[in-house]
């Protein structure tokens, strides 16, 4: 139960099957609603291979608007730490996904990931509802002045610095929000 409606969560680990079967991998690469690309903070190459598999999956997926959470695991073993979290964070907003810390064996934010995914997932699904609804709505309804303002308001944003920064700023460590 996440926010009060039942989900399931159905999890494939790919990191190992890619050498295996490289038709398992591709196939997942098309299919799945969300992913979580997941790197030890204790291994520098799995968080370089992340960052590949990030690169791979946006390729796969181009047009489409699919979270993704980059998930640094093993935050209990600080001393062997080799990412930092201002490495992980850094990455996420180049990469226009969700960033989260974990540590498994002493179920740190586990379950604040597990949750996060399924708000990723219905925010995005209700972003798009409303969307469609609107654009429908207002290819209808909108009058030609409305539609001029509305285009110049964004060309105002855009030669405004700070309301640009504004526009397309996002946390990528709060999961709660697109």
């Known amino acids: 139960m996440v926010d009060g409606e039942s989900a399931t969560l159905i999890l494939l680990d790919m990191w190992e099957n890619k050498s295996q079967d490289n038709w398992i991998y591709d196939h997942c690469m098309q299919v799945g609603d969300a992913y979580l690309i ?3 903070i204790t291994d520098r190459a799995s968080f370089e ?3 590949e598999l990030r690169i791979q999956l946006r390729r796969a997926r181009q047009t489409e ?8 695991n093993k935050s209990d073993l600080v001393r062997c730490r080799e ?6 964070r850094a990455c996420a907003v180049v990469f226009d996904c969700k960033f989260i810390e974990t540590s498994a064996a002493v179920q740190h934010n586990v ?3 597990f949750e996060g995914i399924v708000r990723q997932v219905r925010l995005r699904r209700d972003s798009k509802e409303k969307n469609e609804k609107r654009l429908a709505y207002q290819k209808r309804r909108e009058s030609i002045p409305k539609k001029a303002r509305r285009f110049w308001g964004k060309i105002v944003a855009k ?3 700070n309301m640009a920064f504004k526009l ?3 946390s990528c460590h709060d999961l709660s929000v697109l």
């Open 38 to 40: 997941v790197y030890s």
């Open 111 to 113: 379950k604040e990931l």
């Open 168 to 170: 397309k700023s996002k």
């Open 159 to 161: 030669k405004n610095k």
């Open 49 to 51: 291979k992340a960052s």
């Open 65 to 72: 608007d699919i979270p993704i959470i980059l998930v640094g």
């Open 83 to 88: 990412v930092s979290i201002s490495e992980g």
